[in-house]
């Protein structure tokens, strides 16, 4: 799977890097827009918080900072989850071209994957919401007890009330992982089988019943892998951005002027913003891949699609690869 992952990557890099650097682009761009227009309007405001005035901030002050920063979150939020979505959706598409030894070009990424983006955002949603159902009365029960523990004022029951919560925690943790697993072929289904959110979070279920640990395994290393790539990514540009903190301005000689902060502090957030977006196209792109190819790698052994594939290859590609026949 993990081969398969990276021959996938390295074969079609151009559409998937494309799409995924497009995307997070243009996010960037977005916050960076609604940064500066946020900025703007509260720009009365900070400098009367900042002025050094005696006394405590009036609320009308803090109200456009608050409403302010609560826009830029969900423009945030927002951005992020499209961009997310695609780059999802992108890998199944690229997929689909893979198995079959066929190109694909970025304008054809594009256009498949978002036609199946909001499919995507659903599935991801109703698994997170399914994953909150059985933590809900464990939390509800655990929030309940700590209000009752604070309102007798008893101190001596904070440290069994935090024991308690680390044991919650260790009862919910198993049962949403299984639930993750048992839903994260939902994403792949979606686009592989042009399928809705619902149907697709049962098709999930049907394909990881029996094989649970080794998708879970196969899942997890996959995470793992895009995770420590990600952090080798970003360990040089976090060491060089550490570079001007070693040294002490009266050991240059001199004090540095403002521009020259400036300068230094631009440079420094423009090589940590470009090894985050690097290590982030790596961490998007990298484990759908390899859901992708588990899920293919599933339905050869259990739905005998091997057959299926290799008459796709010699034919024209059907737009999906839906469930075999009933007699397979």
Same mark, same amino acid.
């Given at each position: ?13 151009? #559409? ?7 995307? +997070?682009?243009?996010? $960037? ?18 400098? @009367?918080? $900042? ?5 405590? *901030? %009036?609320? %009308?002050?803090?109200?456009?900072? =608050? ?6 979150? &969900? !423009? ?13 959706? /992108? ?5 689909? @071209?893979?198995?079959? =030894?066929?190109? !694909? ?7 498949? /994957? ?10 991801? +949603? ?6 909150? &159902? ?8 655990? /929030? ?8 007798? =004022?008893? @101190?001596?029951?904070?440290? *069994? ?28 289904? &979606? &686009? ?6 619902? /149907? ?24 793992? !892998?895009?995770?420590?790539?990600? +952090?080798?990514?970003?360990? #040089? ?10 040294? %002490?301005?009266a050991d240059i000689g001199s004090e540095p002027s403002d521009g020259a902060l400036i300068a230094m502090l631009g440079s420094v957030m423009l090589l940590s913003f470009i090894s985050q977006m690097i290590s982030q196209l790596i961490t998007m792109i990298?484990? #759908?891949?390899?859901?992708g190819l588990l899920y293919v790698d599933l339905r050869m052994r259990t739905e005998n699609l091997g057959p299926v594939l290799a008459e796709a290859a010699g034919s024209a590609l059907p737009e999906q690869y839906g469930p075999p026949p009933a007699h397979?």
């Amino acid at each position: 799977m993990l081969s398969g992952a990276f021959a996938t990557l390295g074969r079609y890099w151009k #559409p998937l890097i494309g799409v995924a650097l497009t995307l +997070f682009g243009a996010a $960037t761009l977005v916050m960076v827009l609604a940064l500066v227009v946020a900025a703007s309007a509260v720009a009365s405001q900070w400098d @009367e918080l $900042t002025s050094g005035s005696s006394g405590s *901030p %009036d609320a %009308d002050e803090l109200v456009p900072l =608050g409403v302010a920063f609560g826009v830029l979150m &969900v !423009i945030g939020m927002v951005v992020y989850l499209l961009a997310s979505a695609m780059t999802q959706a /992108a890998a199944p598409v690229v997929l689909q @071209e893979a198995v079959l =030894g066929r190109p !694909i070009r970025f304008g054809e990424v594009w256009k498949r /994957a978002w036609s199946r983006v909001w499919s995507i955002i659903g599935a991801v +949603f109703l698994t997170g919401l399914i994953m909150l &159902v059985p933590m809900v009365p464990l939390m509800a029960a655990f /929030a309940g007890l700590a209000v009752y523990t604070i309102s007798l =004022g008893d @101190e001596d029951g904070a440290m *069994p009330l935090a024991l308690l919560g680390a044991l919650v925690g260790l009862l919910i943790a198993p049962v949403g992982m299984w639930l993750w697993v048992r839903f994260s072929l939902a994403p792949t289904i &979606v &686009v592989f089988e042009n399928q809705r959110p619902v /149907a697709a979070l049962r098709r999930s279920a049907r394909l990881v019943r029996g094989t649970w640990w080794r998708v879970f395994g196969i899942t997890l290393l996959g995470f793992g !892998i895009a995770a420590m790539i990600g +952090f080798m990514i970003q360990m #040089p540009f976090q060491m060089i951005g550490m570079l001007p903190g070693l040294f %002490d301005p009266a050991d240059i000689g001199s004090e540095p002027s403002d521009g020259a902060l400036i300068a230094m502090l631009g440079s420094v957030m423009l090589l940590s913003f470009i090894s985050q977006m690097i290590s982030q196209l790596i961490t998007m792109i990298l484990p #759908p891949l390899v859901t992708g190819l588990l899920y293919v790698d599933l339905r050869m052994r259990t739905e005998n699609l091997g057959p299926v594939l290799a008459e796709a290859a010699g034919s024209a590609l059907p737009e999906q690869y839906g469930p075999p026949p009933a007699h397979v």
